[in-house]
């Protein structure tokens, strides 16, 4: 059964946790307790209907104002697909919560009120969405039994949206009307909206292809650890452990460990106690080689044929993430793949207003939550691809390494 992962924006007030509550519930995937539970609570707030936002709103701040502010991630299963749901918060505020969310996701799923329509902050998200290269995008117009069902509101924010996505990066769009409190076209198809003919929410998440949205053509492999058991039973096993990031691996592939160069042959591939045939994306699994050549963690074993050539000069946007600005001049530690080094901020090219996608190219210094394209120098090459081929090794994180935290998530557009 394959997986979906998906991440939610929108609004606040729009309804993103109480949608993902319909979706739980009325895919049978909670239990009675906690449905009686949410019930029990929303008697005890003096609401007329049970609050299905309480089901995903786990912190006690979030259930007070009724807002989500970390991302809350959600399991549940179908018979056709698993999915994980990143429950991402709605304010400026958390931009960098939303990033967080977002970066790993399949699909994204931004929710408008349909007496509001587009807002500002809806179509930030859409851009947050496409700089992300989030390759699905679904708008769900929500509240649709607060306007009568009206055709024509959801008509006139259908075009709008289609409008404004011209400008962005968004290969897949979906637009569906909804009411997540009554269950319209969340899981079932509403009677109020026979003129609506495209699919439900549920059977879009059940039925959209995203195996061919990874790259299945450039293998790319960062090994995270090396295993080497020291077991009577498996004596001379040596093998490299990692998540396939990119491209097909099978028995008997010609392949180089980058950065030394040195080539040689798959012997196997194990998954878990077993040999497998192949190995694709997103699969984490031991790679054994045909000859004993010196690998360790942050190596990448490629084909030769189309191996990533080791950068040091990076140009990226960069959401940044912490209250201190990023200057020029500034220097922090990057974790690329497995690989760690330190990185000197060369220059801030532009701040990037994410409302109507001015490039200001005046600023000096990016701020918290601000998005903006800079030059990185390394210490180290990093092996690296552009993020519009390749997320994961497109991508990387910027460290303060006086504290350890994780100061800004980066998306490389070239390197050399």
């Given at each position: 059964m394959d997986?979906?992962?998906?991440?939610?924006?929108?609004?606040?007030?729009?309804?993103?946790?109480?949608?993902?509550?319909?979706?739980?519930?009325?895919?049978?995937?909670?239990?009675?307790?906690?449905?009686?539970?949410?019930?029990?609570?929303?008697?005890?707030?003096?609401?007329?209907?049970?609050?299905?936002?309480?089901?995903?709103?786990?912190?006690?701040?979030?259930?007070?104002?009724?807002?989500?502010?970390d991302v809350a991630y959600r399991y549940f299963a179908t018979p056709a697909r698993k999915f994980i749901i990143a429950d991402t918060p709605g304010h400026v505020q958390y931009t960098r919560n939303m990033v967080t969310g977002a970066s790993t996701a399949d699909l994204g799923l931004v929710l408008v009120d349909a007496r509001q329509g587009l807002t500002e902050q809806s179509r930030r998200h859409a851009v947050i969405l496409s700089l992300l290269r989030v390759p699905h995008l679904v708008l769900c117009v929500n509240k649709m039994d607060l306007v009568d069902f009206s055709q024509e509101v959801y008509d006139k924010i259908h075009a709008e949206f289609r409008a404004f996505a011209t400008k962005l990066n968004i290969p897949d769009l979906e637009v569906i009307p909804i009411s997540a409190l009554a269950g319209d076209n969340v899981v079932n198809r509403s009677e109020n909206m026979d003129w609506y003919s495209g699919p439900t929410l549920m059977h879009h998440l059940e039925h959209i292809h995203v195996a061919s949205d990874r790259d299945l053509v450039d293998v790319r492999f960062p090994v995270q650890f090396v295993v080497r058991p020291k077991s009577d039973e498996h004596h001379d096993y040596r093998g490299y452990g990692g998540m396939v990031a990119g491209g097909v691996m099978k028995p008997g592939d010609e392949v180089v460990v980058l950065p030394s160069g040195m080539t040689s042959k798959i012997a196997g591939i194990d998954l878990f106690d077993k040999e497998i045939a192949e190995a694709f994306p997103p699969?984490?699994?031991?790679?054994?080689?045909?000859?004993?050549?010196?690998?360790?963690?942050?190596?990448?074993?490629?084909?030769?044929?189309?191996?990533?050539?080791?950068?040091?000069?990076?140009?990226?946007?960069?959401?940044?993430?912490?209250?201190?600005?990023?200057?020029?001049?500034?220097?922090?530690?990057?974790?690329?793949?497995?690989?760690?080094?330190?990185?000197?901020?060369?220059?801030?090219?532009?701040?990037?207003?994410?409302?109507?996608?001015?490039r200001d190219q005046e600023t000096k210094e990016l701020g918290l939550n601000e998005i903006g394209r800079v030059q990185l120098r390394t210490t180290v090459p990093l092996l690296c691809d552009p993020y519009s081929k390749n997320r994961t090794t497109g991508s990387f994180i910027l460290i303060d390494e006086a504290t350890g935290i994780t100061v800004g998530a980066g998306m490389i557009n070239n390197a050399s």
């Open positions: 997986l979906l992962r998906f991440a939610t924006a929108g609004s606040v007030d729009d309804g993103k946790s109480t949608l993902i509550g319909r979706l739980l519930l009325d895919s049978k995937s909670i239990f009675e307790d906690q449905l009686e539970a949410v019930e029990a609570t929303s008697a005890s707030k003096g609401y007329d209907y049970t609050d299905l936002a309480l089901l995903t709103d786990g912190l006690r701040s979030e259930r007070e104002q009724g807002i989500t502010i699969m984490s699994v031991t790679v054994r080689l045909e000859d004993d050549v010196d690998v360790s963690r942050g190596d990448m074993i490629a084909r030769p044929a189309n191996a990533p050539k080791p950068s040091q000069d990076i140009d990226a946007m960069i959401c940044w993430m912490t209250n201190e600005p990023l200057k020029p001049r500034q220097k922090l530690a990057i974790k690329h793949t497995t690989r760690t080094a330190r990185a000197l901020v060369k220059d801030i090219q532009y701040r990037l207003d994410i409302n109507t996608l001015h």
